[in-house]
């Protein structure tokens, strides 16, 4: 296994239309979180799954952003109606559960521009 | 709300020692990490100290956490080239709802 793997790494698309980013975690990995990062700044933390189940959901941006990840496995986040401000790097990462350090295992990212 | 402090850039002479600085708020953090972000990479986690430690060591890395201050650096040892990133401090009292700072660039001249 060669890591997280996100796809597409750069996503152009018009104000309004929907898009979604795929996360393929580490095989063995329970644990799936989804950050955003802009420009300058660090990463923002917006939802995270146990196995299937979604964990934490309050930090997502709005209501037109949601996250599944049906079988445990990888996960889709989607953006619907796309705006401006939501031009951004986001980040999948991933965990195995009873590590005590908490290292998160981060994708290179996939980068969404809205024109 | 909660924040994370660090310089946006540091310069250091190849073979000097690099300290990046992160001054945070929330006394709470039980989590206290530094990534490293290099071009075209995803974040990776370069050390970690948790809140009943004052001092890790590493090889070339030291990491010290001044808790009255809620300070805490990054000591890099002899710097090299490949040094050269962005060193995120990342605090918290989970270890994935964490704060994290804008991130610290490393020029390293040669």
């Known amino acids: 296994d060669t890591g997280v793997s996100q796809n597409p790494r750069h996503k152009i698309t018009k104000r309004g239309q929907n898009v979604t980013f795929r996360c393929d975690p580490i095989?063995?990995?329970?644990?799936l979180y989804w950050y955003r990062q802009t420009l300058g700044q660090g990463p923002e933390f917006l939802t995270y799954?146990?196995?299937?189940?979604?964990?934490?959901k309050s930090r997502l941006l709005s209501d037109r952003f949601s996250a599944e990840r049906p079988k445990g496995s990888f996960s889709t986040l989607e953006i619907q109606r796309t705006e401006q401000g939501d031009s951004a790097m986001y980040l999948c990462?991933?965990?195995?559960?009873?590590?005590?350090?908490?290292?998160?295992?981060f994708g290179e990212g996939s980068r969404l521009t809205v024109l | 709300g909660e924040d994370v402090e660090q310089s946006l850039f540091l310069s250091v002479r190849e073979g000097d020692s690099s300290v990046i600085n992160c001054t945070y708020t929330?006394?709470?953090?039980?989590?206290l990490y530094w990534y490293k972000q290099e071009p075209g990479a995803g974040l990776q986690l370069l050390t970690y100290?948790?809140?009943n430690m004052d001092m890790k060591q590493d090889q070339r890395l030291t990491v010290l956490l001044n808790k009255k201050d809620k300070h805490l650096s990054l000591r890099i040892a002899d710097t090299q080239t490949g040094d050269s990133a962005i060193y995120f401090c990342?605090?918290?009292?989970?270890?994935?709802?964490?704060?994290w700072g804008a991130g610290t660039k490393l020029i390293i001249k040669p």
């Open positions: 990462a991933s965990s195995p559960l009873g590590r005590n350090t908490g290292e998160l295992f």
């Open positions: 095989s063995e990995h329970n644990r």
């Open positions: 799954f146990q196995n299937e189940a979604q964990l934490e």
């Open positions: 929330d006394s709470s953090s039980t989590y």
């Open positions: 100290i948790f809140s």
């Open positions: 990342a605090v918290g009292d989970s270890n994935y709802q964490l704060i």
